[in-house]
Nanobody, 123 residues
Framework: QVQLVESGGGLVQAGGSLRLSCAAS????????MGWFRQAPGKEREFVAA????????YYADSVKGRFTISRDNAKNTVYLQMNSLKPEDTAVYYC????????????????WGQGTQVTVSS
């Protein structure tokens, strides 16, 4: 069992930056692939970024590539999402998720989810 708690969301102006954190409980965090997803009001949840258990492989949605960076610190049981050059269309609730098997962009592949953190980008 893994429990995930996101933090770091907030209100920021367009062009600004935020860093989201996702703290995980449990001793097996380093064996999980991790992902970030987001859901805007009235829209379906969408993939943002994912990272392999070792941190050696990362994947991004085209909409955030070059602006967002996913990373992890297995010693701290934490995964991060550095978000730069934020745009109003990045406004959403951001969720982190853990996958016991392979890194994936498909939300259905993930086994555990956090409660989400709100990111609002003003124009």
């Amino acid at each position: 069992q893994v429990q995930l708690v996101e933090s770091g969301g907030g209100l920021v102006q367009a062009g600004g930056s935020l860093r989201l954190s996702c703290a995980a409980s449990g001793r097996t965090f380093s064996s999980y692939a991790m992902g970030w997803f987001r859901q805007a009001p009235g829209k379906e949840r969408e993939f943002v970024a994912a990272i392999s258990w070792s941190g050696g492989s990362t994947y991004y949605a085209d909409s955030v590539k070059g602006r967002f960076t996913i990373s992890r610190d297995n010693a701290k049981n934490t995964v991060y999402l550095q978000m730069n050059s934020l745009k109003p269309e990045d406004t959403a609730v951001y969720y982190c998720a853990a996958d016991r098997t392979v890194v994936s962009s498909l939300g259905g592949e993930y086994d555990y989810w956090g409660q989400g953190t709100q990111v609002t980008v003003s124009s």
